[in-house]
């Protein structure tokens, strides 16, 4: 089986031996080496974590095949302060009129399966230097690639089928931003500082997408809680934040934007 071919199923049912086969054939086709390889419990069983450094990054081993995207909000049961939060900022006038699972089928991305290739990825986002445009150049000449919009959403999820990747609820009463602890800076499943910061804007080859944050739109209009955490969602791909990044309007606001290196397996 080739790396690339490797598949989520697969990947947790190894045991730690044969993980770390994998992991250091990846590191070689990548021109890396393992610094670490550890086993986590999710979502009821083990799943090995990788991380392999190169050119002095960190990247994770993202394993793929058939995997389940996408939020279905009939099947959330939200709590009661969700509600209650969401229902003030409906009353504060900020033209939230639909109901809370209804506007989260307009926000998030629908329920599918989509089949990836295995990838290492990067740990930690890394910030533009140059507008979106040039990034994909940038990024070959290393070679690297922009994530694909599933990939980016599968790496941060990793099948968990939550609102969050950490889970349905948020600490309502905690930033979305800022800090260095708490729910959002734990690492993922896979190991990856990712959905940390709803002032952080992730790019993937998806024009119409940003990922893990809004450019803190949400809390600096006074939203809500709910709505400020609603951007670290790993659906959720901020399509009217994406037309900053590439339309005239962002011109010069690259900066503010990051995107998640990835090395492709074969």
Known sequence: ????????????????????????????????????????????????????????????LIPGGPVRLGFDPDAWVPTSAQLADYEESRAEGYGYELPLKDYLAEVLSPVRTAALATVLMAVEDEALTEHPEAVPDVLAARGLRMPGADEWEH??????????????????????????????????????????????????????????????????????DLLGWLPL??????????????????EGLHEGFSTRPVFSLR
């Open 1 to 60: 089986m080739s790396l690339a071919d490797l598949t989520l199923d697969r990947w947790r049912s190894l045991d730690r031996a044969a993980a770390g086969r994998f992991a250091h054939e990846a590191a070689a086709q990548a021109g890396g080496r393992v610094v670490r390889l550890d086993t986590v419990d999710h979502l009821g069983g083990p799943l090995h974590r990788v991380r392999i450094e190169r050119e002095g990054r960190e990247f994770a």
């Open 155 to 224: 790496a941060c999820g990793a099948g968990a089928g939550t609102l969050f990747r950490w889970g349905d609820e948020c600490p309502l009463e905690e930033p979305s931003y800022g800090g260095d602890g708490g729910l959002r800076h734990a690492p993922n499943a896979f190991g990856l500082h990712i959905a940390y910061d709803s002032y952080a804007t992730e790019l993937s080859s998806d024009r119409a997408a940003v990922h893990g944050g809004d450019g803190g739109e949400a809390v600096c209009g006074g939203y809500g």
């Open 233 to 250: 969602a790993t659906a959720n791909r901020n399509p009217s934040t994406a037309e900053f990044a590439y339309g005239p309007g962002g």
